[in-house]
């Protein structure tokens, strides 16, 4: 064995390998950043912002994920997992606002651990929306974000698998349905005022119309 020979080819690989990790985790925590800017641009209602966003997010995590394609053990050390699982968060986040059909990995290009770890942090920022809705008198639409989330949490109940192959996503339903009952809660308050509030309404109405 040559080992200066051997040395040399041990260097090379570890300096690759160390070059591909130092691009990818700056790309990763771009992906990261620009994918939280884009769930506040989503409930600021500022939609257009957010989808530049997430193109954004998109980009810096293609990159990353290039920069260590030749090398799976640092490509799946956990932050590009974490940039995906904020990737698809922000893209489920928007569709659920804007009413739009909720994009799978596949059409995101992201591992299904991520995404479906994305998708119980976006019932988290479901139920945000919804509080806005009910702040402004709007319950139907509230309902029918409520009834999406559930859909969610009805596929998130599904995953009984370990938590080394789903990301801890046991976890992450047990929080969902938390704030799902919350929320259930907070709506069902919500329309028991409403529909006082309208039977008042409708009272004085016709306490005018007698006089």
């Known amino acids: 064995m040559d080992l200066d020979e051997l040395t040399r080819s041990l260097h090379a690989r570890f300096d690759a390998k160390t070059s591909a990790r130092e691009r990818a985790i700056p790309a990763a925590r771009r992906s990261i950043r620009?994918?939280?800017?884009?769930?506040?641009?989503?409930?600021?209602?500022?939609?257009?912002?957010?989808?530049?966003?997430?193109?954004?997010?998109?980009?810096?995590?293609?990159?990353?994920?290039?920069?260590?394609?030749?090398?799976?053990d640092v490509r799946f050390a956990g932050y590009l997992q974490d940039a995906q699982k904020e990737y698809a968060e922000a893209n489920l986040t928007l569709a659920l606002v804007a009413g739009e059909r909720l994009p799978e990995p596949a059409d995101l290009g992201v591992e299904d651990a991520p995404y479906l770890n994305g998708m119980a942090e976006a019932i988290g920022e479901g139920r945000r929306r919804i509080l806005d809705l009910l702040r402004t008198g709007e319950v139907d639409e509230a309902g029918r974000l409520l009834d999406e989330l559930e859909d969610l949490y009805g596929v998130l109940v599904t995953m009984d698998y370990p938590d080394a192959v789903?990301?801890?996503?046991?976890?992450?339903?047990?929080?969902?349905?938390?704030?799902?009952?919350?929320?259930?809660?907070?709506?069902?308050?919500?329309?028991?005022?409403?529909?006082?509030?309208?039977?008042?309404?409708?009272?004085?109405?016709?306490?005018?119309?007698?006089?």
């Open 34 to 72: 620009a994918s939280a800017n884009a769930i506040r641009a989503v409930h600021r209602l500022d939609l257009d912002l957010a989808r530049e966003l997430i193109e954004r997010s998109q980009a810096a995590l293609r990159e990353g994920l290039e920069a260590v394609g030749d090398h799976p």
């Open 166 to 211: 789903t990301m801890n996503l046991r976890r992450s339903t047990d929080v969902a349905r938390s704030l799902i009952e919350k929320t259930r809660g907070d709506l069902s308050v919500a329309v028991v005022a409403r529909d006082l509030r309208d039977a008042l309404d409708e009272h004085a109405r016709h306490l005018r119309e007698d006089r």
